[in-house]
Antibody
Framework: EVQLVESGGGLVQPGGSLRLSCAAS????????MTWVRQAPGKGLEWVAY????????FYADSVKGRFTISRDDAENSLYLEMNNLKHEDTAVYYC????????????WGQGTLVTVSS | QSVLTQPPSASGTPGQRVTISCSGS????????INWYQQVPGTAPKLLIY???LRPSGVPDRFSGSKSGTSASLAITGLESEDEADYYC???????????FGGGTRLTVL
């Protein structure tokens, strides 16, 4: 069974940093691209970042480019999101998702981790 | 910039057929492959339809997708109370190298 478990969320002040992790199990992690998607309280889904299966292809949403870094450690079956210079508008539940490799469809999602940016 | 537009709400009664639309505002909408997600409030999204009209294993055939011209649709037949959720269309815009989501449609089963 595919499982994705996020961790690392919490309360952080504006301008601060946070590192999210996503532990994958139940499949061959290194074979699949991964994405981060976030959802602000009461709002819709917003794509954040994508990393290809071999880490050579990486894309970011304009809203986080230059502040967030997506990475993966295939030996640890883990996905990461390093978030710097956090802003109030980054407050959201952050989901990691497995990209099926078919037209950008995310076929498995974690339960999400809440990031709150507040002073 | 690619934008996917959905109606904010939809509703139906048990057993009814409902459709949710997703329209595109860019000239490349015709080349986009639309995926649909279902999100029950308080839970993670779930892939419902991919590549416009394909269902992942385990998704009931009550759910179907279609795409024509500048719009796509999700249809749900034999509406059930458990279908009450938010539904999002999404696509990978290869020209922008961005994934885009529609604003979501809250489906209420009356």
């Amino acid at each position: 069974e595919v499982q994705l478990v996020e961790s690392g969320g919490g309360l952080v002040q504006p301008g601060g940093s946070l590192r999210l992790s996503c532990a994958a199990s139940g499949y061959t992690f290194r074979n699949y691209p991964m994405t981060w998607v976030r959802q602000a309280p009461g709002k819709g889904l917003e794509w954040v970042a994508y990393i290809g299966w071999d880490s050579k292809v990486i894309f970011y949403a304009d809203s986080v480019k230059g502040r967030f870094t997506i990475s993966r450690d295939d030996a640890e079956n883990s996905l990461y999101l390093e978030m710097n210079n956090l802003k109030h508008e980054d407050t959201a539940v952050y989901y990691c998702a497995r990209d099926s490799g078919i037209v950008g469809a995310d076929d498995h999602w974690g339960q999400g981790t809440l990031v709150t940016v507040s002073s | 910039q690619s934008v996917l537009t959905q109606p904010p709400s939809a509703s139906g009664t048990p057993g009814q057929r409902v459709t949710i639309s997703c329209s595109g505002s860019t000239s490349n909408f015709g080349s986009l492959n639309i995926n649909w997600y279902q999100q029950v409030p308080g839970t993670a999204p779930k892939l419902l339809i991919y590549r416009n009209d394909l269902r992942p294993s385990g998704v009931p055939d009550r759910f179907s997708g279609s795409k024509s011209g500048t719009s796509a649709s999700l249809a749900i037949t034999g509406l059930e109370s458990e279908d009450e959720a938010d539904y999002y269309c999404a696509a990978w815009d290869d020209s922008l190298k961005h994934r885009v989501f529609g604003g979501g449609t809250r489906l209420t089963v009356l």
